[in-house]
């Protein structure tokens, strides 16, 4: 039998405990992880502001409140491919990350999207694809800004966009020199970001318009520096890539150095990084041009110096871009983005 003395003292220190509790939960963030066993009987506990860091910032992850996903596990998994950097990036892959999870943690950050696409001379004729495409697979439910940079602005088609979505047009002059046109989109891309550096939350992708998305593209991508691994190269040993070699360029790469050969149709990150990389890839490019030097791949070549050096906290695996005309190796279990087979002597102004 309970006596009444002893009965007090369980509920007075049921009391203490419990303001204890409310004081320590109000005048902390979450410094522990939360209570996740909710018998049925007990309604679960919402979640009291102090429990949310309100910090915003790229690498500050908070869990959607009480969403119900898979288990993760750090023994099962994908084992076929390497799914992280000697620098210890992610690399990611179809399969191991949760996508739901990250919408959910991504969502509530109120974040925006913005994609640069160039659509020059004939090059207009990839738009429509690109842009119906990207409504149905890049970051569906974000907010996303769309520029199109291009000459022929009447050419532009008319996408229909979800809400949230905007499409920006730019106008830039037509050039000779396709090899021209593709370098300048550093230039291009780096005064852009400077009118958008005040919001230096926001992520950027920059993308070749001569491409379509086939699947999801989204949360999963995003990180302060993002990379994409080339198609044709990334099962090869580096001492064929084909990285500028002439140590007289400024986007040389000596042989037995580099990663990996990464994409030039294909990058992104925070705003302040690209803004970092494009600027350091115009000058190069420039200073290069001055002592009539071009990079072996242009654009690619610099960005793939700068990407050595300043490595990538993301790398996106070929699924971000792959090309049509390639059979799919078994590695690769969807393609979200592909390069569309064109004929380069019917669009290009120059062979
Ligand atoms: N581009 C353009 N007009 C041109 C040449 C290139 O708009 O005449 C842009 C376009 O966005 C294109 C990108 O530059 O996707 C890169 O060129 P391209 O796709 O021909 O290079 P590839 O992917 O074949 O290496
Ligand atoms: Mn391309």
Avoid at 114 to 132: C, P, S
């Amino acid at each position: 039998m309970i006596n009444v003395k002893s009965l007090t003292a369980v509920l007075v220190s049921a009391l203490i405990l419990g303001v204890l509790y409310l004081c320590n939960s109000l005048s902390y963030s979450r410094t522990s992880p939360q209570q996740n066993i909710t018998p049925n009987n007990i309604t679960p506990k919402n979640r009291l502001s102090a429990d949310v860091n309100a910090m915003s910032n790229e690498v500050h992850l908070v869990a959607p409140d009480h969403l119900q996903y898979e288990q993760p596990s750090i023994v099962q998994g994908r084992t076929d491919v390497v799914t992280v950097t000697p620098w210890m990036a992610p690399i990611v892959w179809e399969g191991i990350f949760n996508p739901v999870l990250l919408d959910g943690i991504y969502k509530p950050k109120n974040i925006t999207i913005i994609a640069t696409v160039f659509a020059v001379g004939n090059y207009i004729r990839f738009l429509k694809k690109f842009l119906e495409t990207a409504e149905q697979h890049f970051f569906v439910g974000f907010k996303v800004h769309i520029y199109v940079f291009t000459d022929r602005p009447n050419e532009v088609p008319q996408v229909t966009m979800a809400s949230g979505r905007q499409l920006m047009v730019r106008l830039v002059p037509s050039s000779k020199r396709w090899q021209e046109i593709s370098a300048r989109r550093m230039e291009l891309i780096q005064i852009l970001i400077e009118e958008q550096l005040p919001n230096n939350r926001n992520y950027i992708f920059c993308l070749d318009v001569d491409s379509e998305f086939h699947g999801r593209w989204g949360s999963e991508s995003l990180g302060g520096l993002v990379a994409v691994t080339h198609p044709g190269y990334y099962r090869d040993a580096r001492s064929n890539f084909p990285y500028e070699r002439r140590p007289s360029s400024r986007a040389y790469i000596a042989p037995g150095e580099g990663d990996f050969y990464y994409c030039g149709g294909a990058f992104g990150g925070l705003l302040q990084e690209v803004h970092q990389l494009a600027k350091t890839c115009r000058h190069n490019f420039e200073a290069d041009a001055k002592e009539d030097i071009e990079a072996a791949w242009q654009e690619e070549s610099h960005l793939n110096r700068y990407m050595w050096i300043n490595k990538p906290s993301k790398v996106l695996s070929p699924e971000y871009l792959w090309q049509d005309f390639k059979p799919r190796n078994p590695e690769i279990h969807i393609v979200r983005f592909s390069g569309v087979v064109k004929n380069y002597a019917e669009i290009r102004p120059n062979p």
